[in-house]
């Protein structure tokens, strides 16, 4: 049985005195990183339960980092830009005024994806790799040359919708979805690779600021 977590985490790295001074107001502001065009999701070849190796013509392609999941680029983007289009109250973290929209970034969902992917396999939940690498360090690795940089992880939540509640009710997430530094998105999901792990599925969302 699925035991759903209701502690999503977040991270933030300070790279010089004015992102710390801004997150010491509550912008929870980290790292940064270049932005491209935004491209359609990898597309895995579909199956089709009833003659695997023979897919149907009607059967919806599975999307990796997505948990299979209908629509969930736009429902990301959709859910995050309305809250941050709003202005939202981040608890402890502050009170944050309307921001302008983020875009979604093909190199921030790499580094999100494959540390959701990581974390599905290996059965654990940090935001540090069992490797030692950071977030920052897999943001970079991805390619996105940042000067800010973020990091919210979930796990357990089994939509949008209930990963989206997650964060915007925690402080610390809140914050990231809605600090102004933030100009890029990257998100993704992977389901447990055993039905032995603690979570059913593995949210990593990816935030951050060109450099160049």
């Given at each position: 049985?699925?035991?759903?977590?209701?502690?999503?985490?977040?991270?933030?790295?300070?790279?010089?005195?004015?992102?710390?001074?801004?997150?010491?107001?509550?912008?929870?502001?980290?790292?940064?990183?270049?932005?491209?065009?935004?491209?359609?999701?990898?597309?895995?070849?579909?199956?089709?339960?009833?003659?695997?190796t023979?897919?149907?013509?009607?059967?919806?392609p599975?999307?990796?980092?997505?948990?299979?999941?209908?629509?969930?680029?736009?429902?990301?983007?959709?859910?995050?830009?309305?809250?941050?289009?709003?202005?939202?109250?981040?608890?402890?973290?502050?009170?944050?005024?309307?921001?302008?929209?983020?875009?979604?970034?093909?190199?921030?969902?790499?580094?999100?994806?494959?540390?959701?992917?990581?974390?599905?396999?290996?059965?654990?939940?940090?935001?540090?790799?069992?490797?030692?690498?950071?977030?920052?360090?897999?943001?970079?690795?991805?390619?996105?040359?940042?000067?800010?940089?973020?990091?919210?992880?979930?796990?357990?939540?089994?939509?949008?919708?209930?990963?989206?509640?997650?964060?915007?009710?925690?402080?610390g997430?809140c914050?990231?979805?809605?600090?102004?530094?933030?100009?890029?998105?990257?998100?993704?999901?992977?389901?447990?690779?055993?039905?032995?792990?603690?979570?059913?599925?593995?949210?990593?969302?990816?935030?951050?600021?060109?450099?160049?």
């Amino acid at each position: 049985m699925d035991v759903p977590s209701n502690k999503p985490a977040h991270r933030q790295f300070p790279t010089s005195m004015i992102v710390a001074a801004l997150l010491a107001l509550g912008l929870g502001a980290c790292g940064g990183g270049g932005s491209d065009a935004s491209t359609p999701d990898p597309v895995t070849t579909p199956t089709n339960p009833t003659n695997p190796t023979n897919p149907g013509p009607t059967d919806p392609p599975l999307v990796a980092g997505t948990c299979d999941l209908p629509n969930f680029k736009q429902d990301l983007l959709t859910r995050i830009n309305a809250l941050r289009a709003s202005g939202a109250s981040c608890g402890t973290s502050g009170n944050f005024p309307a921001v302008a929209p983020v875009v979604w970034n093909d190199k921030l969902t790499a580094a999100s994806d494959g540390h959701a992917l990581d974390m599905a396999t290996k059965n654990y939940f940090s935001h540090d790799s069992q490797d030692g690498r950071s977030f920052s360090t897999r943001i970079t690795n991805a390619g996105y040359t940042w000067a800010a940089a973020g990091e919210n992880i979930a796990a357990g939540q089994q939509t949008v919708e209930s990963v989206m509640n997650s964060w915007r009710n925690s402080a610390g997430h809140c914050a990231n979805l809605m600090s102004a530094n933030f100009v890029d998105v990257g998100v993704a999901c992977r389901p447990a690779a055993s039905a032995s792990n603690t979570y059913s599925k593995y949210w990593v969302m990816d935030l951050g600021k060109s450099a160049r």
